[in-house]
Structures are given as C-alpha cells and as structure tokens.
C-alpha cells in the first residue's frame, strides 16, 4: 500500500491575519465569492472586504443558512455561478468552512479558509460533514484537493467565547486516540493510503500540545487574550489535527458523535463536545489502562469537556436505555468509521461502552 501525505498549499497563523487576506487571495483570484458566517460578518466583514479592495480583488459577500446540508450547498453554488466568481472564501466557524468547501469543489474553483473560531479541525482537510436541514449528521463528502490556503487570525480566535477552543480541543483530543487504533489495524487513510509515521508523530504532537498547553490557552481566552499557549493549542486543534485525522483516519470517537446527533436532546452540544465523550467511549471499548483513562478524565474535566451523558443533555428516566441503544446502533451503522477498529464493533458493544463510560464519568465528578 502506498503511504500518502495531503495537506493545504498554504497554512498562515498569527495575530491579525485577516488584515493580509487580500494579499493570499490575489494569488489565486481577482473576483471571489466569499460565504461568511452572520457573527463573523458583523465581527470581520469589513476588514476583509478593506483587504480585499487593498489589493483589487472584487467581491460577492453571502451570509451563510446556519447549517451544512446538500440545499445550503446548492444554493450558494447558484449564487456563485450567478455573480461568476472564480474562487471561494469561507469565513467563519466549523460548518462554515465546510460549506465553502463543497460549493468550492462544486464548481471546480480554488479555495481560501479562514476560521473566526477553532472549535474543529475542518479548516485543513479535504472532506465535509454533511448534516440534514434539522441539524442530523447524514454523511461525508471527500474532496481530491485540500484548500489552497488557510488563513488563521488568532487575535479574532482568543476573543471568541471559550466554549468553542474548548470544542475544538475535544475534536483534537480524539486525534491521537484514533489513529493509533487505525494504524494497529493496517487500516488506509481517511482518503486511501498507507499511514506515515510523520502523519503518527503529527498525531501524537497534536495529543501532547494540548495536555502541556490546554489548560492555560481556555484560561487566555476566558479573558479575551492570546499567548503562546493559545497559539500553540490552536495550531494544534487546526493544523496538527486536521493533517493528523486526515492522514490516518478516525475511528471509534467519531462515530459516537455521529450517533449521538440521533438525540435532538444532543443538537446544543458542539461537534468536539460530543466527540470528547466519544473518545471516552472508544477507550472503554478498548479497555484501555486505567492511566490512560485517569488521564483523559482529568483533562476533561479541567478544560470542561463532558464526561457523562447528563453533561451532554442526555437526562436520566425510563427511555435512557432506548435513547443510549439508538446512539449505538446509529454508530454501528454500514460505512461508519468505528468499523476502523481493530476489532469486531456491534452496537451492543457500543451500548454497554456509552453506559460504562457515563457510570465512569459520574464516578470521577462526584
């Protein structure tokens, strides 16, 4: 098997980033559609539209429908061919930036990324998550190319709210967890190939940094400020998971995500909260040390990423089980990346995993 390594063209990071977009997006255009979330537009809109003028590139501005789903993407695919543009800016968060990314392929033009927030590994990769108009996880999209070029402002980032560097610490946290378990398997990359041991060492990196780092990056952003702990966390959450994920593969954690979007109970929670949790399950269905877990709990629980169903607003009562049995089923399903697991997964394995996990995470809290 071949090993394969992708990645952007151009990864930029640092304080005031937006202010240069105009200067990397001349590189690929003169006259771009540019989707944008409705807080980045009142945050960013006109510092990138000044940047943009700076270096005549015209523009359309669209604010973006809120989620990622196949009529989202066709309706900003017909208002990009309708204003002829010949390349695509997302701005924004998460579901943002893997919209831009579908319209982008969908017209067979290049792209720039530039997250407002780091609550995902979505900026780098060459793949979507696709959800339905209600906000239910319904599949992947696989692109050939990864974006042309991602562009991080960190000084927008550390203002955002702390809840999503949070999120997207738990979306990285999985990273590690992953590919180990994809690479003890022989399984092919997220995208085919053979596993590098860089795309190993980027995985375990990305793990460290956010144990060494996490904690004092979410207490800078708490008041609105970057250090070289936040830089650090959010090279870690953009880049080195999102090469990571992509040049491995994901397994376990993220398939309990996909299951637990089955919950509308679970929609409030952000994409790396519920992945967080994933990780947990995943390590349970492993039965991993109970140092690795120890270790995993208290860093959950430091940062703030939830460790039991209740914390993701899965509620006791007579219909737990059934609701917990969905979940399970729901992640074991054809196609999903648990089956990435070095072993045979059923959803009754998942079941009792999800369960375990929560007792255990109960346990740890009180």
């Given at each position: 098997?071949?090993?394969?390594i992708?990645?952007?063209?151009?990864?930029?990071?640092?304080p005031?980033?937006?202010?240069?977009i105009?200067?990397?997006?001349?590189?690929?255009?003169?006259?771009?559609?540019?989707?944008?979330?409705?807080?980045?537009?009142?945050?960013?809109g006109n510092?990138v539209h000044s940047?943009?003028?700076?270096?005549?590139v015209?523009?359309?501005?669209?604010?973006?429908?809120?989620?990622?789903?196949?009529?989202?993407?066709?309706?900003l695919?017909?208002?990009?061919?309708k204003?002829?543009?010949q390349?695509?800016?997302?701005?924004?968060?998460?579901?943002?930036?893997?919209?831009a990314k579908?319209?982008?392929?969908?017209?067979?033009?290049?792209?720039l990324?530039?997250p407002?927030?780091a609550?995902t590994?979505?900026?780098?990769?060459?793949?979507?998550?696709?959800?339905?108009?209600?906000?239910?996880?319904?599949?992947y999209?696989?692109?050939?190319?990864?974006?042309d070029?991602?562009l991080i402002?960190?000084?927008?980032?550390?203002k955002?709210?702390?809840?999503?560097l949070?999120a997207?610490?738990g979306?990285?946290?999985?990273?590690?967890?992953?590919?180990?378990?994809?690479?003890?398997?022989?399984?092919?990359?997220?995208?085919?190939?053979g596993?590098s041991?860089?795309?190993?060492?980027?995985?375990?990196l990305?793990?460290?940094?956010?144990l060494?780092?996490?904690?004092?990056?979410?207490?800078?952003?708490?008041v609105?400020?970057?250090?070289p702990?936040?830089?650090?966390?959010?090279?870690?959450i953009?880049?080195?998971?999102?090469?990571?994920?992509?040049?491995?593969?994901?397994?376990?954690?993220?398939s309990?995500h996909?299951?637990?979007?089955?919950?509308e109970?679970?929609h409030?929670?952000?994409?790396?909260?519920?992945?967080?949790?994933?990780?947990?399950?995943?390590?349970?269905l492993?039965n991993?040390p109970?140092e690795?877990?120890d270790?995993?709990l208290?860093f959950?629980?430091?940062?703030?990423?939830?460790?039991?169903?209740?914390?993701l607003?899965v509620k006791?009562?007579?219909?737990?089980?059934e609701?917990?049995?969905?979940?399970a089923?729901?992640?074991?399903?054809?196609?999903e990346?648990i089956?990435?697991?070095?072993?045979?997964?059923?959803p009754?394995k998942v079941y009792?995993a999800?369960?375990?996990?929560?007792?255990?995470?109960?346990?740890?809290?009180?």
């Open positions: 098997m071949l090993k394969v992708q990645s952007p063209a151009k990864y930029i990071q640092g005031d980033a937006l202010c240069h105009g200067k990397y997006t001349k590189t690929i255009a003169d006259h771009v559609f540019v989707i944008i979330g409705n807080s980045a537009m009142k945050l960013v510092t940047s943009l003028e700076e270096f005549d015209t523009s359309h501005f669209e604010v973006f429908g809120g989620e990622c789903s196949r009529n989202e993407i066709q309706r695919s017909d208002m990009l061919k204003h002829e543009c390349a695509v800016i997302g701005i924004g968060g998460g579901k943002v930036q893997d919209t579908a319209v982008a392929h969908e017209s067979k033009l290049p792209i990324i530039a407002t927030i609550s590994n979505a900026p780098t990769s060459a793949l979507s998550v696709v959800y339905t108009d209600d906000g239910e996880y319904e599949d999209l696989f692109f050939p190319t990864n974006p070029i991602v402002d960190t000084s927008i980032i550390a955002a709210p702390t809840r999503f949070i997207g610490i979306d990285a946290l999985a990273t590690y967890f992953e590919a180990r378990v994809c690479h003890a398997g022989h399984k092919p990359r997220t995208t085919g190939g596993i041991r860089i795309a190993m060492a980027l995985c375990h990305c793990y460290e940094t956010l060494e780092e996490g904690y004092k990056a979410k207490l800078a952003v708490e609105g400020v970057s250090t702990a936040v830089e650090n966390v959010i090279e870690a953009t880049y080195l998971s999102g090469l990571g994920f992509e040049n491995t593969g994901i397994a376990g954690a993220h309990v996909n299951g637990l979007t089955v919950l109970e679970c409030h929670m952000y994409h790396g909260e519920k992945v967080a949790f994933g990780v947990l399950v995943q390590l349970v492993e991993s109970n690795e877990l270790t995993l208290d959950c629980v430091q940062i703030g990423l939830p460790i039991t169903l209740d914390q607003g006791d009562g007579e219909k737990l089980k609701k917990v049995m969905a979940v089923e729901a992640s074991c399903a054809e196609g990346t089956h990435n697991m070095p072993f045979e997964v059923t009754e009792a999800i369960l375990t996990a929560d007792r255990m995470g109960r346990d740890w809290l009180y």
